[in-house]
């Protein structure tokens, strides 16, 4: 149980282009979902945090215009990655956190984001 | 606030060899502790947690981990790796109360035949 999946696991996009990524919960419903960013060789760096229905709470000098969140439903979010530029190239992570606990997270296989 | 250091940025290490990776932190709150590997191109499992209770914490895999309040610690033991556990290692600390994880800068383990 408690399986998340994200949606690509990779892609490649031209500079000044949007690419969207999903997060899903397949097995239960996520009151809350994460998102992070890991650079090569670093630890990952929370961004956001979102909750069903609610505009996401953004970790601080993280832009929420070009870093679009969406938690439309209990078991789907979506990080939106907008008019990318090379600097955004990076692996991103999500995790859910089931709704009748908020201390474990459970986390997605990632998604590797190239911007050309 | 918590933060999270992993003394270690690399180990390695021989098949069979037991290991200790480090990891102390700081809270000014009561905390959960956690232990993730995340292997080349995945996301992060789940090795063990210390929510309450006992402080000696058994996870998966033949990890554990033990709580040490007072050294603020909480290193990760293996008796003995195996080839597969070549991984990245990180330690998390979130505060009671609080939904957010901070991470370590985590631990390359290295197991060598």
């Known amino acids: 149980g408690a399986v998340v999946s994200q949606h690509p696991s990779r892609v490649i996009c031209k500079s000044g282009t949007s690419v969207k990524i999903e997060c899903r919960s397949l097995?239960?419903?996520?009151?809350?979902m994460f998102w992070y960013r890991q650079f090569p060789k670093q630890s990952l760096m929370l961004m956001a945090t979102?909750?069903?229905?609610?505009?996401?709470?953004?970790e601080q000098g993280v832009e929420k215009d070009k870093f679009l969140i969406n938690h439309a439903s209990l078991t789907l979010s979506t990080l939106t990655v907008t008019s990318a530029h090379p600097e955004d190239s990076s692996f991103y992570i999500c995790?859910?956190?089931?709704?009748?606990?908020?201390?474990?997270?459970?986390f997605g296989p990632g998604t590797r984001l190239t911007v050309t | 606030a918590q933060s999270v250091t992993q003394l270690d940025s690399q180990v390695p290490v021989f098949e069979e060899a037991p290991v200790e990776l480090r990891c102390n932190y700081s809270?000014?709150?009561?905390?959960?502790l956690f232990w993730y590997v995340q292997y080349p191109n995945q996301g992060l499992q789940l090795l063990l947690k210390?929510?309450?209770?006992?402080?000696l914490v058994k996870g998966i895999n033949g990890f554990e981990a033990e709580f040490n309040k007072s050294q603020t610690s909480f290193h990760l033991r293996k008796p003995s790796v195996h080839i597969s556990d070549t991984a990245e290692y990180f330690c998390?600390?979130?505060?009671?109360?609080?939904?957010?994880?901070?991470f370590g800068k985590g631990t390359k383990l290295t197991v060598n035949p």
């Open positions: 995790s859910a956190s089931p709704g009748d606990s908020r201390i474990e997270q459970y």
């Open positions: 097995d239960f419903q996520a009151t809350t």
């Open positions: 979102s909750n069903e229905g609610s505009k996401a709470t953004y």
């Open positions: 809270s000014s709150v009561s905390v959960y």
């Open positions: 210390y929510l309450s209770g006992s402080t």
């Open positions: 998390a600390v979130s505060g009671r109360g609080s939904e957010k994880l901070v």
